[in-house]
């Protein structure tokens, strides 16, 4: 079956930095465009970033333009968010997501979500 792994998460003050990883297995993952997401406690869940199948095409929200960075390693079936300048509001829980037919990749409607990754920044 597909799965999702999502690692990196943690602890960091305000500016700090941390880079996510997503591992995928179950699918043919270089035919997926894949997506990140956060969801903060009460609040709804919220696009951050997506990228091509090919890595080609890369789309962020714009609270986070010019301090994300999503990229991808097909040959290692992975999906990689960089975050910097990191802020508190920005806590939540980040998931990955990945879809072979999606095309508004800010949509919810991707196809498999893994199970998140706690992000934490203090103030």
């Known amino acids: 079956q597909v799965q999702l792994v999502e690692s990196g998460g943690g602890l960091v003050q305000a500016g700090g930095s941390l880079r996510l990883s997503c591992a995928a297995s179950g699918l043919t993952f270089s035919r997926n465009a894949m997506g990140w997401f956060r969801q903060a406690p009460g609040k709804e869940r919220e696009f951050v970033a997506a990228?091509?199948?090919?890595?080609?095409?890369?789309y962020y929200a714009d609270s986070v333009k010019g301090r994300f960075t999503i990229s991808r390693d097909n040959a290692k079936n992975t999906v990689y968010l960089r975050m910097n300048s990191l802020k508190p509001e920005e806590t939540a829980a980040y998931y990955c997501?990945?879809?072979?037919?999606?095309?508004?990749?800010?949509?919810?409607?991707?196809?498999?979500w893994g199970q998140g990754t706690q992000v934490t920044v203090s103030s």
């Open positions: 997501a990945a879809s072979g037919t999606l095309l508004n990749f800010a949509s919810p409607d991707y196809d498999y």
């Open positions: 990228i091509s199948w090919s890595g080609g095409m890369t």
